[in-house]
């Protein structure tokens, strides 16, 4: 999803021919990095372990790839000709933030895992009853600079009360934990499915309805409605997790190639926008008259399979088993 997400957004920039798929695409895959975290929420939030231990294992898988992809990245910008000085300004220029647009997930990661412990104690110590109101108030909260903006409506409402704490991704770990409970508690499991996949694209086709109103409005493409935090992509991730929670019992006689696949899927996020960006230059096929109806999914299952190629073959080295 993160890769058609990617591929997508590449020509829609500019309404033209290719706008329309490019929107199609986008708003269908917005939910890729809330569920991320809604699975991390999952595996997370019901565990029992010091301070010390959790802070270990999270950052010792999560440090190594931001150190090592951000360096990577910064390699291949000087070779392009962007130098960044000596060693000092290199460091400088890692701590100031993602040398590559996607690395900003590994960044952010690392100060949602600051709160995670804490988060821990919220979840054991609420009833349902204060989970609900607490992802209520999160979903109102985080939805409300989408609304505000779409609306035009002047009072900034989060300033002035305050509810800066109830705003943010971390709240998708709660909601992951929750969403969860809450498929396995369904008696009839197959009905829930599949009113969440039908759910699912219903809120992709609001989104895509929305951003071309928006955008129409506005004279020029905006991604208002693109934010992982406005409403159709909260209650879009909802139905995404739900239908990839249950496909899990559809497909696991694939279960041992998908876990081969899944211990790859960091070091693929990492290095599919370098692929990507090759890939493009050598086939202009997205900025061609080809149509990006099956240019994009064409181009996305490309990448995917170059980018585990490339994984696959740095994993068989021990070294990079701790940054892919």
Not at 22 to 37: G, H, I, K
Not at 169 to 193: H, M, S
Request: proline share 4%; hydrophobic share 50%; charged share 15%.
């Amino acid at each position: 999803m993160v890769v058609v997400l990617h591929v997508a957004a590449t020509n829609f920039g500019a309404f033209g021919n290719q706008w329309w798929a490019s929107n199609f695409y986008d708003s269908l895959t917005r939910s890729c990095v809330p569920v991320f975290l809604m699975i991390s929420g999952v595996l997370l939030l019901d565990k029992h372990e010091t301070l010390s231990v959790f802070f270990r294992k999270r950052f010792a898988r999560v440090l190594p790839p931001l150190l090592f992809w951000s360096l990577f990245y910064m390699a291949w910008n000087a070779w392009q000709g962007r130098g960044y000085g000596a060693w000092p300004g290199w460091m400088e220029r890692l701590a100031r933030g993602p040398v590559a647009f996607h690395l900003w997930y590994l960044y952010a990661i690392v100060g949602i895992y600051l709160f995670v412990p804490f988060l821990r104690h919220i979840w054991s110590a609420s009833k349902p009853g204060e989970r609900k109101a607490y992802l209520a108030f999160w979903a109102l909260v985080s939805g409300w600079p989408t609304i505000r903006a779409a609306l035009g409506i002047d009072a900034d409402v989060l300033r002035t009360y305050s509810l800066g704490p109830f705003f943010g991704l971390a709240g998708y770990l709660f909601l992951g934990a929750y969403v969860c409970e809450a498929y396995r508690r369904q008696t009839d499991k197959e009905r829930y499915w599949r009113l969440s996949l039908v759910l699912f694209l219903v809120f992709g086709a609001l989104t895509m309805a929305a951003t071309y109103i928006y955008s129409r409005r506005s004279g020029t493409p905006q991604t208002l409605f693109y934010d992982y935090l406005s409403p159709f992509v909260v209650a879009s991730s909802v139905c995404a997790f739900n239908v990839l929670y249950g496909a899990g019992a559809r497909i696991a006689a694939y279960s041992g190639a998908l876990r081969k696949v899944s211990a790859c899927t960091l070091g693929i996020y990492c290095v599919h926008v370098f692929v990507l960006h090759r890939v493009e230059a050598a086939s202009r096929q997205l900025g061609s008259a080809v149509s990006s109806w099956w240019a994009i999914p064409a181009m996305a299952s490309c990448v995917f399979g170059l980018s585990l190629a490339v994984i696959l073959l740095l994993r068989k080295f021990k070294p990079f088993t701790m940054v892919t």
